[in-house]
C-alpha cells in the first residue's frame, strides 16, 4: 500500500471492465491515498466511478476526462494541460482497447481494421510518447499494456486485433530495452478470456454471440486482471514483472477452451 501512496496514476478506457475495475482495485490498494486520473470516451460512466470512489475514499483525489485515445491529436494538450495537482504522472495504464468483428481476411471492414488500430496501436503509442518524457525528467514511473493472448497465439478471425496486440507486445519489448538504464518499468499483462464489455464491442452489440464466447467456460472476470496489475505495480522498484499471460482455469491458448 505505502508503495502506490501519493501516486498519480492515469488509467485509459477507465470506464468499465478491466480499467474501472483497476481504479477500484487501486484505490483499495492505496487505502485511498493515491489521484487517479480516469479517462475514457463516456465521461458519464467516469463520473459515476468518480462518485463510487469518492463515497468509499473520502481523500482520494480524482480526475475525470473524456479522451478518445484513437483521435491523435487530442492527446498531447491532454498531457500538456492537465492541472498541475495531476501533472507530474507516475503511472500510465494503456488499458484502451476493443475487437471490432471477425471477419475473415478480405472480408474485413476497411472501418474496423482502422478503429482497432488506430485505439489499441496508435492510441497507445501516441499516449506513451507524450508521458515518457515526464518519466524519464524524474527517472522513475511504470508502463502497464494490455496486451493479449491474441498477440502470442494469433487465431482465425483475428486478422487485425492479433496484430494489434503483437505490436502493443512489440512496442513494450521496444520501451523495456530502450529504458534499460532507467528505473522506468514497463509491465504487461497478456489476459486470455474475460467477461466484460469486449465482446459485446466485438460483436457490435450481437448480445447473445458476445454470450456464446464464454458458455460454459468460466471465464475470467475484470477483478481477476486487475489484481494482477495492482500486483506488478506494488512490487519494490528493482522488480519488474514484465508479462504475465492470464488465462481461467478452463483456458490454454487462444483455440484451447474446454466447455463442460
Ligand atoms: C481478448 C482475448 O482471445 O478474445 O484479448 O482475443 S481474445
Same mark, same amino acid.
Given at each position: 500500500?505505502?508503495?502506490?501512496?501519493?501516486?498519480?496514476?492515469? &488509467?485509459?478506457?477507465?470506464?468499465?471492465?478491466?480499467?474501472?475495475?483497476?481504479?477500484?482495485?487501486?484505490?483499495?490498494?492505496?487505502?485511498?491515498?493515491?489521484?487517479?486520473?480516469?479517462?475514457?470516451?463516456?465521461?458519464?460512466?467516469?463520473?459515476?466511478?468518480?462518485?463510487?470512489?469518492?463515497?468509499?475514499?473520502?481523500?482520494? *483525489?480524482?480526475?475525470?476526462?473524456?479522451?478518445?485515445? +484513437?483521435?491523435?491529436?487530442?492527446?498531447?494538450?491532454?498531457?500538456?494541460?492537465?492541472?498541475?495537482?495531476?501533472?507530474?504522472?507516475?503511472?500510465?495504464?494503456?488499458?484502451?482497447?476493443?475487437?471490432?468483428?471477425?471477419?475473415?481476411?478480405?472480408?474485413?471492414?476497411?472501418?474496423?481494421?482502422?478503429?482497432?488500430?488506430?485505439?489499441?496501436?496508435?492510441?497507445?503509442?501516441?499516449?506513451?510518447?507524450?508521458?515518457?518524457?515526464?518519466? *524519464?525528467?524524474?527517472?522513475?514511473?511504470?508502463?502497464?499494456?494490455?496486451?493479449?493472448?491474441?498477440?502470442?497465439?494469433?487465431?482465425?478471425?483475428?486478422?487485425?486485433?492479433?496484430?494489434?496486440?503483437?505490436?502493443? *507486445? +512489440?512496442? /513494450?519489448?521496444?520501451?523495456?530495452?530502450?529504458?534499460?538504464?532507467?528505473?522506468?518499468?514497463?509491465?504487461?499483462?497478456?489476459?486470455?478470456?474475460?467477461?466484460?464489455?469486449? +465482446?459485446?464491442?466485438?460483436?457490435?452489440?450481437?448480445?447473445?454471440?458476445? *454470450?456464446?464466447?464464454?458458455?460454459?467456460?468460466?471465464?475470467?472476470?475484470?477483478?481477476? &486482471?486487475?489484481?494482477?496489475?495492482?500486483?506488478?505495480?506494488?512490487?519494490?522498484?528493482?522488480?519488474? &514483472?514484465?508479462?504475465?499471460?492470464?488465462? /481461467?482455469?478452463?483456458?490454454?491458448?487462444?483455440?484451447?477452451?474446454?466447455?463442460?
Amino acid at each position: 500500500a505505502d508503495r502506490l501512496k501519493d501516486k498519480i496514476i492515469l &488509467i485509459t478506457g477507465a470506464s468499465a471492465g478491466i480499467g474501472k475495475a483497476t481504479a477500484l482495485e487501486l484505490a483499495l490498494a492505496g487505502n485511498g491515498q493515491i489521484k487517479l486520473i480516469l479517462t475514457a470516451r463516456r465521461k458519464e460512466k467516469l463520473d459515476e466511478l468518480l462518485s463510487e470512489l469518492q463515497l468509499k475514499y473520502p481523500n482520494i *483525489k480524482v480526475l475525470t476526462v473524456s479522451l478518445d485515445v +484513437s483521435k491523435l491529436d487530442t492527446i498531447g494538450p491532454f498531457v500538456s494541460g492537465l492541472p498541475q495537482e495531476f501533472a507530474d504522472v507516475d503511472v500510465l495504464i494503456n488499458n484502451a482497447g476493443l475487437a471490432l468483428g471477425r471477419d475473415e481476411i478480405g472480408t474485413i471492414l476497411p472501418e474496423d481494421i482502422q478503429g482497432m488500430f488506430q485505439t489499441n496501436v496508435l492510441g497507445l503509442i501516441t499516449l506513451t510518447q507524450a508521458i515518457i518524457p515526464i518519466f *524519464k525528467k524524474k527517472n522513475s514511473g511504470d508502463i502497464v499494456n494490455l496486451g493479449s493472448i491474441a498477440g502470442r497465439d494469433p487465431y482465425p478471425g483475428g486478422g487485425i486485433y492479433c496484430p494489434t496486440k503483437a505490436a502493443v *507486445k +512489440s512496442f /513494450s519489448h521496444v520501451l523495456r530495452k530502450e529504458l534499460i538504464s532507467t528505473r522506468i518499468r514497463v509491465l504487461e499483462v497478456d489476459p486470455g478470456n474475460v467477461e466484460t464489455e469486449f +465482446s459485446n464491442t466485438r460483436f457490435k452489440g450481437d448480445l447473445a454471440k458476445a *454470450k456464446a464466447v464464454y458458455a460454459n467456460t468460466e471465464p475470467l472476470v475484470a477483478e481477476d &486482471i486487475s489484481e494482477l496489475i495492482v500486483f506488478a505495480l506494488t512490487r519494490k522498484q528493482n522488480t519488474v &514483472i514484465a508479462e504475465q499471460l492470464v488465462f /481461467s482455469s478452463n483456458q490454454a491458448s487462444a483455440f484451447h477452451l474446454f466447455r463442460d
